[in-house]
């Protein structure tokens, strides 16, 4: 599994590698984290999470999306999740801290999750994810 | 020079994206850039101009003033009118920060006036909530949210946090009436309510600054600007309210896409028409979201007017808003079109409007010059003041750019300079920085920006709007 930033103008633009669809997944929100704050959070807090799309991409900006609201609203900072991928449903829980200032202010608020430029590629080995977060 | 493949030079400043460039233009794409910034175009920027040319009901040209630069959906700097009858809508033209915008505030204070600057600094950071996790101090029941939806400026006015006149010194008056509050979500409306009054974080920011050069006198004494004078630019916008309403819709436009049988180059263009069930829901929380954006806006300039009162002894009253400009926006317009008035929806996504002279919606005394346009420059470096011109009512639907532009990525900018370096050499011009860490200011430093003399000179040489006045950073606090 990794996280990489890429190279991006006005943007966030983040690669990710995993091994199964539900590590990218929950990867893909701990790389939302490390832009935000500056780092994943903790495992101590759990939030449950469920979300639909019709395809893969659809998914991932909806299950990604859905955890800017949890981390803006809730105040968690999430850490990882336990999920479960279906057809055209993610649901399960996410792991996470409370938001703290003086540990979470190394990143910058991430607006929204761009559909341009996001795309889900799976090779023999992984699923790599691109995507932009607007910032 | 070395420009693009494909594009074609029509002008001094303008290039023309012709027909063909992608399959399925419905209009050419036009941009305005200067010969000393042409490197810095990039070939993603000039995709998505192309890519907004194929959007149905789409008048005249797919356009992008001179800080074009790589976004998502439109390009930033992207401006496009559509025809209210075959037309589409879409948040990939306005952007997940609804209504992000600029507002100047002018003092009566000179800049030798200005002792205590640091503690001047620190009282505004202090008064206004910035960065990731920054939470207000007002406490927003639902109705009275709806209420801000509804009003925008002149909300936060009855509340107590301004005067009667900066409603009129505000874009619209500060509120756009076809807002919709039913059309915005529990989940915009949660994210919004701890947030109304905070500045938010990236390139967000509110700058004490002293006008440096006049260039317009003219118009910068319609302004109320003089040369030596401090001012407060602020620049923000609708918060997560509008980061939500931005997303919920996309999601509801991305199903009306295919509904309605739109084929798009990208699905962050996702729209619909605009006189469809989904297209006015969207226009409607976009409007509300706006009214927002507005009323923050008002409200940051209210703890800013009263920090400046205590620290100096300035009269409330005497600190007058020069105006208010909204950069990422959709709004009914009536536009000359091939020598006919017609009523459009002109997206401005990264784009300031800049009416011309006798221009509806300008208040009485900036009418014989136009509208003020504000163009914040990046963190230390100049911020101009210009006015909009009947050139820009001929070209580009009222519109001129909205700041600099980036020209380096965050990933690049964090790996040259420090937040400390970057502090301390701004600290030796004399320029103070505050934010929630150095992280933010590495983000945001000069160097990642196209230099802001350059875009606002090519936008002055192709009159969309004329240079009035430029201004010089003292002090700056950072979301």
């Given at each position: 599994?990794?996280i990489?930033?890429l190279?991006?103008t006005?943007?966030?633009?983040v690669r990710?590698?995993?091994?199964?669809?539900e590590?990218?997944f929950s990867?893909?929100?701990?790389?939302?984290m490390?832009v935000?704050?500056?780092?994943p959070?903790?495992d101590?807090?759990t939030?449950?999470?469920?979300?639909s799309?019709?395809?893969l991409e659809s998914?991932?900006?909806a299950y990604?999306?859905?955890?800017?609201?949890i981390?803006e609203?809730?105040g968690?900072?999430?850490?990882?999740?336990?999920l479960h991928i279906?057809e055209?449903?993610v649901?399960?829980?996410?792991?996470?801290?409370?938001?703290?200032?003086?540990?979470?202010?190394?990143?910058?608020?991430v607006k929204?999750?761009?559909?341009?430029?996001?795309?889900i590629?799976?090779?023999?080995?992984?699923?790599?994810?691109d995507?932009?977060?607007d910032? | 020079?070395?420009?693009l493949p494909g594009v074609?030079?029509?002008?001094?400043f303008e290039?023309?994206?012709?027909v063909?460039?992608?399959?399925?233009?419905?209009?050419?794409?036009?941009?305005?850039?200067?010969?000393a910034?042409?490197g810095?175009l990039?070939?993603?920027a000039?995709?998505?101009?192309a890519n907004?040319?194929?959007?149905p009901?789409?008048?005249r040209q797919?356009?992008?003033?001179?800080?074009i630069?790589?976004?998502?959906?439109?390009?930033?700097?992207g401006?496009?009118?559509?025809?209210l009858d075959?037309g589409?809508?879409?948040?990939?033209?306005v952007?997940?920060?609804?209504?992000c915008?600029?507002?100047?505030l002018a003092?009566?204070?000179r800049e030798?006036d200005?002792?205590?600057?640091?503690e001047?600094?620190e009282?505004?950071?202090g008064?206004?909530p910035?960065?990731?996790?920054?939470?207000s101090?007002?406490?927003l029941?639902?109705?009275e949210?709806?209420r801000?939806?509804?009003?925008?400026?002149s909300?936060?006015?009855r509340?107590g946090?301004?005067?009667?006149e900066?409603?009129?010194?505000?874009?619209?008056?500060?509120?756009?009436?076809?807002a919709?509050?039913?059309a915005?979500?529990?989940?915009?409306r949660?994210?919004?309510?701890?947030?109304s009054?905070t500045?938010?974080?990236?390139?967000?920011?509110?700058?004490?600054?002293?006008?440096?050069?006049?260039y317009?006198?003219?118009?910068?004494?319609a302004?109320?600007?003089?040369?030596?004078?401090v001012c407060?630019?602020?620049?923000?916008?609708?918060r997560?309210?509008?980061?939500?309403?931005c997303?919920?819709?996309?999601?509801?436009?991305?199903?009306?896409t295919?509904?309605?049988r739109i084929?798009?180059?990208?699905?962050q263009?996702?729209c619909?028409?605009?006189?469809?069930p989904?297209?006015?829901?969207?226009?409607?929380?976009?409007a509300?979201s706006?009214?927002?954006?507005?009323?923050n806006?008002?409200?940051i300039?209210?703890?800013?007017?009263?920090v400046?009162?205590?620290?100096?002894g300035?009269?409330?009253k005497d600190?007058?808003?020069?105006?208010?400009v909204a950069?990422?926006?959709?709004?009914?317009?009536?536009?000359?079109?091939g020598?006919?008035?017609m009523?459009?929806?002109v997206?401005?996504k990264g784009?300031?409007?800049?009416?011309?002279?006798?221009?509806p919606?300008?208040?009485?005394?900036?009418?014989?010059?136009?509208?003020?346009?504000?163009?914040?420059?990046?963190?230390?470096?100049?911020?101009f003041?210009?006015?909009g011109?009947s050139?820009?009512?001929?070209?580009?639907?009222?519109?001129?750019?909205?700041g600099a532009?980036r020209?380096?990525?965050r990933?690049q900018a964090?790996k040259?300079l420090t937040?400390?370096?970057?502090?301390d050499?701004l600290?030796?011009?004399?320029?103070?920085?505050k934010?929630?860490?150095?992280?933010a200011?590495?983000?945001?430093?000069p160097?990642?920006?196209?230099p802001?003399?350059?875009?606002?000179r090519?936008?002055?040489e192709?009159?969309?709007?004329?240079?009035?006045?430029?201004?010089e950073?003292?002090g700056?606090?950072?979301g």
């Amino acid at each position: 599994m990794s996280i990489e930033e890429l190279d991006h103008t006005a943007d966030a633009k983040v690669r990710v590698k995993a091994g199964t669809l539900e590590e990218l997944f929950s990867e893909a929100g701990r790389a939302l984290m490390q832009v935000m704050y500056g780092r994943p959070g903790k495992d101590g807090r759990t939030h449950p999470v469920v979300v639909s799309g019709d395809d893969l991409e659809s998914l991932m900006h909806a299950y990604l999306s859905e955890l800017l609201f949890i981390t803006e609203v809730e105040g968690l900072v999430i850490s990882g999740a336990d999920l479960h991928i279906g057809e055209g449903i993610v649901e399960g829980v996410v792991m996470g801290e409370p938001f703290s200032m003086e540990a979470h202010n190394a990143g910058r608020g991430v607006k929204g999750i761009s559909y341009s430029g996001l795309s889900i590629v799976h090779d023999q080995e992984s699923y790599i994810l691109d995507v932009i977060f607007d910032v | 020079m070395t420009m693009l493949p494909g594009v074609q030079r029509v002008g001094e400043f303008e290039w023309q994206v012709p027909v063909g460039y992608i399959p399925g233009m419905r209009v050419p794409g036009l941009f305005f850039l200067s010969e000393a910034l042409a490197g810095t175009l990039e070939e993603g920027a000039v995709k998505q101009l192309a890519n907004v040319a194929t959007m149905p009901g789409i008048v005249r040209q797919s356009l992008a003033m001179p800080d074009i630069h790589w976004g998502y959906g439109f390009p930033i700097g992207g401006v496009a009118a559509f025809s209210l009858d075959e037309g589409v809508i879409s948040p990939g033209g306005v952007g997940f920060d609804i209504n992000c915008g600029v507002r100047l505030l002018a003092t009566p204070l000179r800049e030798g006036d200005l002792g205590k600057r640091r503690e001047l600094v620190e009282r505004l950071f202090g008064a206004i909530p910035t960065g990731v996790g920054g939470k207000s101090a007002l406490r927003l029941s639902n109705r009275e949210l709806d209420r801000m939806l509804l009003e925008g400026s002149s909300w936060a006015v009855r509340e107590g946090y301004g005067i009667d006149e900066d409603i009129r010194m505000c874009e619209q008056e500060g509120c756009l009436k076809e807002a919709d509050p039913a059309a915005v979500s529990q989940k915009a409306r949660q994210r919004g309510m701890p947030q109304s009054g905070t500045l938010g974080s990236g390139n967000h920011f509110l700058e004490v600054q002293v006008v440096r050069e006049v260039y317009h006198p003219e118009a910068a004494r319609a302004f109320g600007i003089s040369q030596g004078q401090v001012c407060i630019m602020i620049h923000c916008g609708s918060r997560g309210l509008g980061h939500q309403v931005c997303t919920d819709h996309l999601r509801i436009l991305e199903a009306a896409t295919k509904k309605y049988r739109i084929t798009l180059p990208d699905r962050q263009l996702a729209c619909a028409p605009i006189d469809s069930p989904e297209g006015r829901a969207y226009f409607g929380a976009m409007a509300a979201s706006a009214n927002y954006a507005w009323a923050n806006r008002q409200v940051i300039m209210h703890y800013t007017r009263k920090v400046l009162e205590e620290l100096y002894g300035v009269a409330y009253k005497d600190m007058h808003l020069v105006y208010d400009v909204a950069h990422n926006v959709a709004k009914m317009e009536e536009h000359l079109v091939g020598g006919t008035r017609m009523k459009v929806c002109v997206h401005r996504k990264g784009a300031t409007r800049a009416f011309g002279p006798g221009a509806p919606d300008l208040p009485a005394a900036y009418s014989s010059v136009g509208q003020p346009v504000i163009i914040p420059g990046s963190m230390g470096s100049p911020s101009f003041l210009l006015n909009g011109t009947s050139g820009a009512m001929e070209k580009t639907f009222g519109s001129t750019c909205h700041g600099a532009g980036r020209v380096m990525s965050r990933t690049q900018a964090k790996k040259r300079l420090t937040g400390r370096e970057i502090r301390d050499t701004l600290g030796k011009e004399g320029i103070i920085v505050k934010a929630p860490s150095d992280a933010a200011i590495a983000d945001e430093a000069p160097e990642v920006y196209k230099p802001s003399m350059e875009v606002v000179r090519v936008v002055h040489e192709v009159g969309i709007s004329r240079l009035v006045a430029r201004f010089e950073p003292l002090g700056v606090i950072k979301g």
